[in-house]
């Protein structure tokens, strides 16, 4: 009796574990897939004086099989030593459904001005910080010029990944007004699912 109550917690124990690690998926679609779901907790979306936000967290593993030339194993385990130090993310932004240049083409100073912020300025619109106000420093940020050919202005963002930070409940994300009139864009970034981030199966 005693042996089949610790079997029985043996059993318990083992599907809790199972359930609390990282989802693993055999394919980037299905990956992909599991992350543009907004209720798994790594897309936002949000529409602000007619701008579209969208912001999706982009897990570990897309990045290494990027770079992965084969499976090998030694190589997997370096590119994700190396990818996992910082937290990526791609925000994307359109106003009916162009990039934030075509809203503002014919006025070139202002044109001039939204292309300067995109491709040198971000660093000084966009903030995450804690509730207790503790903020994280920006580590990169990739912006490439689409010039018309995309329907959305997409930006590449680099975090570095500090566990003190995600101890917190969730972390602030903040796009500062980029001249559109929407005010600051908040999202409520949810730490548990940036901490057991979705896998790969190499």
């Not at 990039?99 to 001039?112: P, S």
């Amino acid at each position: 009796m005693l042996n089949m109550t610790k079997n029985k917690l043996l059993v318990l124990l083992l599907i809790i574990f199972i359930s609390s690690c990282n989802k693993t998926f055999d394919t980037p679609e299905e990956m992909n897939d599991f992350i543009q779901n907004e209720d798994n907790g790594y897309h936002y979306k949000k529409n602000v004086a007619d701008v579209d936000y969208v912001l999706q967290y982009r897990p570990t593993d897309l990045l290494v099989k990027q770079e992965l030339s084969d499976n090998n194993n030694s190589q997997i385990d370096k590119l994700r030593k190396q990818y996992s130090k910082y937290m990526y993310f791609n925000l994307s932004m359109s106003k009916n459904n162009q990039e934030l240049l075509n809203g503002v083409a014919q006025d070139k100073a202002k044109f001039g001005q939204m292309v300067n912020e995109l491709a040198f300025g971000m660093e000084e619109k966009l903030h995450v910080y804690t509730p207790t106000k503790d903020t994280l420093a920006l580590a990169d940020f990739i912006y490439p010029r689409m010039y018309g050919m995309s329907n959305s202005t997409s930006i590449m963002i680099v975090y570095p990944r500090d566990e003190k930070y995600l101890k917190q409940d969730y972390l602030n994300f903040v796009i500062e007004d980029l001249g559109l009139e929407t005010g600051d864009v908040k999202f409520k970034l949810n730490t548990k699912a940036l901490i057991n981030e979705p896998q790969l199966a190499f």
